[in-house]
């Protein structure tokens, strides 16, 4: 009973460490192969000088052959971790989701807002040729540009009016604290730049930090363009939404002040595309 235990134990090991696992079969293979191999030649060839081009022969045969196994064997487990690695960060970003859900509602948004930003920023980055770790940096960073906001006071956050000068201070100092939150997270800090920089203006103007033009990081510009669209285009708790004609007007008329030009004129060029992304349609 004590032996079946350890049996389980050490084949429980072996199952959880993926190097030992390769390692084993490596090694019992490759006893396997020298072992049959010598004995094989020793039994056919008798001539020594024939013998030691065989051996030769057989030895660049056994680099060759585990070469093979092992890059196999190797890819195999990288591919597994891989998939393990994204099953993580898919879990990861689930649990996002329903942070930014619960504050969309605190914050009173219209529906759907913060998935309709995510989408549409995404489509605006490939149309801007983002790939790979940057779109997932755009999406991570879109989801969660207003992060910042967890740490105000409702009567900010809601209220119906204008913010007086206090009040737009205090509200100023959100991308910041987005900031600093993300900056405590591993996977969340390369996607730090849209929370902390969708208020720059490219005139320079804006803040937290008064950046200008391309001083202001690419994935923020991509997603200034986004949110300027989506908070005009449906309705908030301090304004109703705006006629879409109007809505565009706006965003030419911001280009090179507010906003990137070159971007406005992307977003309008495909803006039949973008739109139909956001809505999900």
Do not use: C
Request: proline share 4%; net charge neutral; no cysteine.
């Amino acid at each position: 009973m004590r032996m079946r235990a350890s049996a389980e134990r050490l084949l429980a090991v072996i199952k959880l460490s993926p190097q030992s696992r390769t390692a084993g079969i490596y090694m019992l293979l490759s006893a396997a192969w020298i072992w049959f191999s010598g004995h094989v030649l020793g039994y056919l060839v008798h001539d020594p000088h024939r013998l030691i081009v065989y051996q030769i022969a057989k030895g660049w045969g056994f680099v060759l052959g585990t070469g093979i196994l092992l890059y196999w064997m190797i890819g195999r487990t990288v591919q597994r971790l891989r998939i393990a690695n994204q099953h993580l960060l898919d879990s990861h970003e689930q649990a996002l989701r329903v942070l930014v859900e619960a504050m969309d509602i605190r914050h009173k948004e219209t529906s759907d807002h913060s998935e309709r930003v995510v989408r549409m920023a995404l489509g605006l980055g490939r149309l801007k040729g983002l790939e790979s770790d940057a779109l997932r940096d755009v999406k991570f960073g879109a989801l969660l540009h207003d992060i910042g906001k967890l740490a105000l006071p409702d009567a900010i956050l809601i209220k119906p009016g204008k913010l007086d000068e206090e009040e737009t201070k205090l509200m100023r100092t959100h991308p910041r604290m987005g900031y600093d939150m993300l900056q405590r997270v591993d996977f969340l800090r390369a996607a730090s730049a849209i929370p902390y920089s969708h208020h720059e203006r490219w005139d320079g103007t804006g803040y937290p930090q008064g950046l200008k033009g391309e001083q202001i990081p690419l994935a923020a510009r991509i997603f200034s363009v986004v949110d300027v669209w989506d908070a005009l285009s449906f309705a908030r708790v301090y304004k109703p939404a705006w006629p879409e004609p109007e809505v565009l007007d706006y965003l030419r008329d911001a280009a090179g002040g507010q906003l990137d030009p070159h971007l406005v004129q992307l977003f309008l060029d495909h803006y039949s595309e973008l739109k139909a992304l956001a809505l999900n349609t």
